[in-house]
């Protein structure tokens, strides 16, 4: 991934579309909220009223992710672990997690601050971690947007997804792609790794604020990331249309069943943190999510 998160994950964030290009797999149709079919109903509710420490340790071990870091022990952060927590049990209906602790066995969840501006990144702030900022993760919370968190979140993540991009055939089908849609926001200007992390993002963040798949202009995106990165599993409406985020605790995701999951052919992991030679747009640099 959705203006705000709700207490289940039936109500949780965003709509979304993904598609992954493989024959082996049927292509669903659009989802909508009331009515699409859940192959993968929600495998672990919020646990309201669970200490923090009880949450935290019961994230870890339904996900399999070591988590670290000082935030996940600060009762002001909670809100934002719970934006963590539906997301990462949203996408345990597809590969989406398994793919990256297969490329990464040591991958790890790390909630601290980042110097600067950034409010998450990927092998930077730790080595082999996705780090999130929850302090800046307040101004999200401000705007009403937790579609924003979501998004990142799922954004992050596809750093580490994609680090077989070098031994696989996806990546240059994406690049074809990438020249001749363009970059799917402003940010996803800066490198192309940076595009690829957003058409994931946003596809799972639908109902993040100025989501680009609320118009058509990004279908082919919005196809190659549902049958790439997802199998085919569609949680939201199609491209051009926006989700319904009014719901005032919560943004519907309900996945719809398809017919098999391709696994990709994975290939040795890039080093952290380092995008490869000619793939930068824009001079090196990072601006916030």
């Known amino acids: 991934m959705l203006r705000r998160l709700g207490s289940a994950l039936t109500a949780v964030l965003l709509a979304i579309t993904v598609a992954v290009i493989s024959p082996h797999v049927a292509t669903a ?19 309201a009223g669970a200490s923090q420490p009880a949450v935290v340790a019961q994230l870890a071990r339904t996900t ?23 997301t990462l049990d949203v996408l345990a209906c597809t590969d989406y997690l398994h793919h990256i602790t297969a490329l990464h066995p040591d991958f790890t969840l790390n909630a601290a601050p980042i110097s600067g501006w950034a409010w998450g990144d990927w092998g930077l702030t730790r ?6 900022d929850f302090a800046k993760w307040r101004r999200a919370r401000a705007d ?28 240059a089908t994406f690049q074809h792609l990438d020249a001749r849609l363009g970059p799917i926001s402003p940010y996803g200007a800066r490198a192309v ?11 799972v963040g639908r109902c993040a604020r100025d989501n680009p798949y609320d118009t058509g202009r990004y279908a ?3 196809a190659f990331v549902r049958q790439t990165v997802f199998g085919g599993r569609e949680f939201g409406p199609a491209p051009g249309r926006a989700p319904d985020c009014s719901d005032p605790g919560s943004a519907r995701i309900v996945p719809t069943p398809v017919s ?7 290939g040795p992991a890039s080093p952290a943190g380092h995008l490869p030679p000619g793939e930068l747009r824009r001079p090196p640099g990072h601006r916030p999510l």
Do not use: K
Request: with cysteine; aromatic share 12%; glycine share 10%.
């Open 220 to 222: 082919a995106y919005y």
């Open 260 to 266: 098999g999951s391709p696994a990709a052919g994975r």
């Open 29 to 47: 149709a659009p989802a909508t909220p009331d009515t699409a079919p859940s192959p993968c109903p929600q495998p672990h509710p919020w646990p």
């Open 64 to 86: 399999g992710i070591r988590l670290v870091g000082p935030d996940w022990r600060d009762p002001a952060y909670l809100p934002m672990i719970r934006v963590v927590w539906q």
């Open 127 to 132: 080595r082999g971690a996705v780090t999130l």
């Open 144 to 171: 009403h947007d937790d579609g924003r968190m979501v998004r990142l979140l799922v954004h992050e993540l596809a750093h580490a997804w994609a680090t077989d991009r070098g031994a696989t055939g996806y990546w």
């Open 193 to 203: 790794t940076e595009n690829f992390s957003e058409i994931v993002g946003y596809y």
